[in-house]
């Protein structure tokens, strides 16, 4: 191993490590998806199940098995907790961003760490690699498998091919038959795009397509064998009902994924958007040379905008579903480096780009510093909290845009880039992880309440939010009885309900003994001690 390989190694190791995996505990798993698949996880893992996903003891079956299985060995090894339910996510995008490393150092040569850290430090990438989900799992294995499919195209080796349907059928394992069908999507508009329709008649190798039946069928067929039920639910439900239809309640209009994605780029946003339009403007000469390398940008270009455009035109949108286009803009900036540093051969770059890249590296230290006041006051504060945060902005986006200005330029674009990402994940973790973990987790009300009780309760809840309820069932092990439902329990319990209630409290339980404990004010919630049927009654 040379020098250079071990900087490089010890570059990427640091940057995974703070900025996927430091500060994981520090604030509980937010949201409804977070805690209901870590829940998941943790029945299968109680009950010994690979098979069947569970929640509430019953089949949960809207999502395959890669996550959970993922999530099952982090349980057995570091026992059962949130962060260990996020873990599987910080070693996928490790894992990935390791690939894109020796990837780009097979064919791309000094760029391998501009791309590496470039797709670590994406805002999409940095998020998900801290969520326990299974978006981060399919943008790994998808992002591999297409580097891999890119690699057999310049190579010609068919050791590349055979990872390419390895990785898809990983893809299809963590959150369906999306990443075959999107994979073969870029790549049939890749194919248009360069005039070239037979290389994907050349990659249809038998090999391959039985590699992929054999690592994604078995468990698509055992499932359907233990429950009928599985094709109608996952299969039609939750894929072709999904996208064409608003089943969900997560309608969006159709431009909703050119901000998301612009996001998800960020700090890159600016300059990706140059390469795309340089890649775009190259096109035709890029199909007339005899190199499949030059060809890199136009395939990189197919896969940042195919995503975006087919699930624009989906009835259901959340901000996931894109993140397996975010590495494509990544791999984009660095074919656009690649020329601009190396080749020589492009046009000169523009330096007024400086400035809006700038601004845009810099700006999320702002609402980072203040997140505590975000947070808690839902507003943007004054005086000297502001004028410290806006300064401290200012000065580091000045010296992004001088620096590149000056004459090392994009030479210096990763390191000068990454100081503005460093400090904004150091500022959330370090002044909101509290405020976070108060205001969007179920954790510290779970935490609070059992340190009120003499001896555990059960909990029940009034018309609680998905995040709550599922939030609830994480950290209880255990789903709350539904008031709205009629679920009254007849034992003793601690109710959850809207702060301000006590007059709805006391018509719910008109024959029930209840006790107001305390207030939860981050959450807006309050907490009644009931005790149990036949109790006289006082409020």
């Not at 390791?98 to 470039?118: C, K, Q």
Request: hydrophobic share 50%.
């Amino acid at each position: 191993m040379t020098n250079r390989t071990r900087t490089d190694a010890l570059l990427i190791a640091g940057f995974c490590a703070f900025l996927f995996l430091y500060g994981l505990a520090q604030f509980g798993l937010i949201g409804a998806d977070e805690p209901r698949y870590a829940q998941v996880a943790r029945e299968m893992f109680e009950h010994h199940e690979w098979i069947t996903p569970m929640l509430g003891g019953e089949p949960w079956l809207e999502k395959p098995p890669l996550y959970y299985w993922q999530a099952i060995l982090a349980y057995k090894i570091f026992g059962v907790s949130d962060w260990a339910a996020r873990l599987p996510s910080v070693i996928d995008a490790s894992l990935m961003v390791v690939a894109i490393y020796f990837f780009l150092r097979r064919l791309r040569r000094g760029f391998e760490l501009d791309g590496a850290l470039i797709t670590a430090a994406c805002a999409g990438i940095i998020g998900y690699a801290r969520a326990a989900s299974m978006d981060m799992a399919l943008t790994a294995a998808f992002t591999v498998g297409m580097l891999a499919w890119w690699a057999w195209r310049e190579s010609e080796e068919r050791i590349y091919l055979a990872a390419f349907y390895i990785c898809m059928a990983l893809g299809t394992l963590a959150k369906g038959p999306v990443a075959p069908f999107l994979a073969g999507l870029i790549i049939v508009v890749y194919a248009a795009a360069v005039r070239e329709w037979k290389v994907v008649v050349r990659m249809l190798w038998i090999p391959g397509i039985v590699l992929f039946c054999l690592i994604a069928f078995p468990w698509y067929i055992a499932v359907q064998l233990r429950n009928p039920a599985f094709f109608q639910d996952f299969i039609v439900q939750h894929n072709f009902e999904r996208y064409s239809q608003n089943l969900y309640h997560h309608l969006e209009p159709v431009w909703y994924y050119l901000p998301v994605t612009l996001l998800a780029l960020s700090p890159w946003t600016v300059f990706v958007i140059a390469a795309f339009v340089e890649s775009l403007r190259g096109w035709k000469t890029k199909i007339a040379t005899a190199e499949v390398s030059k060809q890199f940008g136009i395939f990189s270009a197919c896969w940042l905008i195919v995503p975006v455009i087919f699930f624009s035109i989906s009835q259901s949108k959340l901000p996931g579903y894109i993140l397996p286009a975010v590495p494509a803009g990544a791999m984009l900036l660095v074919n656009y480096l690649q020329r601009h540093l190396k080749e020589n051969a492009g046009p000169p770059v523009r330096k007024w780009l400086a400035v809006p890249h700038a601004l845009v590296a810099s700006a999320p230290i702002l609402p980072a510093l203040l997140i505590a006041y975000i947070l808690e006051q839902h507003r943007l504060p004054g005086g000297r909290p502001m004028f410290v945060a806006v300064t401290i902005t200012f000065v580091v986006c000045v010296g992004v845009a001088l620096t590149l200005v000056s004459n090392a330029g994009l030479r210096m674009l990763r390191f000068v880039t990454l100081i503005p990402v460093v400090l904004t994940v150091a500022a959330v973790l370090k002044l909101g992880s509290t405020d976070l973990d108060r205001t969007l987790s179920a954790r510290p009300l779970v935490r609070e309440i059992a340190n009120m009780e003499t001896h555990p309760l059960p909990l029940a809840v009034y018309r609680p939010t998905r995040e709550l309820e599922y939030g609830i069932t994480f950290y209880q092990n255990q789903p709350p009885a539904h008031y709205d439902w009629g679920n009254i329990p007849q034992q003793e319990h601690v109710l959850i309900i809207a702060e301000n209630s006590e007059v709805l409290v006391a018509r719910l339980l008109p024959s029930r003994r209840t006790v107001l404990l305390d207030h939860f004010t981050p959450q807006h919630l309050e907490f009644y001690w009931v005790a149990a049927a036949g109790s006289p009654a006082t409020h």
